[in-house]
């Protein structure tokens, strides 16, 4: 069956410039996370979205970064005016429920020149 | 907040047997997990263990979990040259809306 799919897998942008990025996680998994990979960094939360409940954002760095899932599926991670600090792979990933084994797509490696 | 540790790097030789070490500190945890992430690609799950159990063995994988003292530990057996990646620890804690916490991964480079 299909797995969890992110897009684009690349994305270079300039400074300052606003970005989205998609994730289609796997069909009837209730839970959606975002988790941002930079190198020698390890894993780092962003936020975590589960049924219908408010999203728990606490791992989002500053108020320039925002996401939504929208229908209970697809999701859409936005980063304003984006810094070369933001620059790292974002992961998206998908559960049955909370507490189920996640799921990772393959990522979106952003660049911020 | 909660944190999960891992070595950072790790070598050994084709067929010898890998053990990649990791501490956490919560104290609630309910599942810990195995991830494996090879160049380029998302995370894999390779295994998990449910906190009540203390070894769980999955072919050439076996998880050892000491609740006591923190400790989750995987062999990986008769080692392979496509083995070499990163492998991640993650701990769930046990309560809602909470999401994995991840170590930082630690580098397996297998020698032919």
């Known amino acids: 069956g299909a797995g969890v799919s992110q897009s684009p897998s690349n994305k270079v942008t300039e400074k300052g410039k606003d970005v989205e990025l998609r994730c289609d996680p796997i069909?009837?998994?209730?839970?959606l996370y975002w988790y941002r990979q930079s190198l020698g960094q390890g894993l780092e939360f962003l936020i975590y979205?589960?049924?219908?409940?408010?999203?728990?954002k606490s791992g989002l760095p500053s108020d320039r970064f925002s996401a939504e899932r929208t229908g209970g599926s697809v999701s859409t991670l936005t980063i304003q005016r984006t810094q070369q600090e933001d620059s790292a792979v974002y992961l998206c990933?998908?559960?049955?429920?909370?507490?189920?084994?996640?799921?990772f797509g393959n990522g979106t490696r952003l660049t911020v020149t | 907040g909660e944190d999960v540790e891992q070595s950072l790097f790790l070598s050994v030789r084709e067929g010898d047997s890998s053990v990649i070490n990791c501490t956490y500190t919560?104290?609630?945890?309910?599942?810990l997990y195995w991830y494996k992430q090879e160049p380029g690609a998302g995370l894999q799950l390779l295994t998990y263990?449910?906190?009540?159990?203390d070894m769980k063995q999955d072919q050439r994988l076996t998880v050892l979990l000491n609740k006591k003292d923190k400790h989750l530990s995987l062999r990986i057996a008769d080692t392979q040259t496509g083995d070499s990646a990163i492998y991640f620890c993650?701990?769930?804690?046990?309560?809602?809306?909470?999401?994995?916490?991840f170590g930082k991964g630690t580098t397996l480079s297998v020698s032919s």
């Open positions: 990933a998908s559960s049955f429920r909370h507490q189920s084994p996640l799921h």
């Open positions: 069909s009837g998994h209730t839970a």
């Open positions: 979205f589960q049924g219908n409940s408010a999203p728990d």
């Open positions: 919560d104290s609630s945890s309910t599942y």
């Open positions: 263990i449910f906190s009540n159990m």
């Open positions: 993650a701990d769930l804690p046990n309560q809602a809306g909470t999401a994995l916490i």
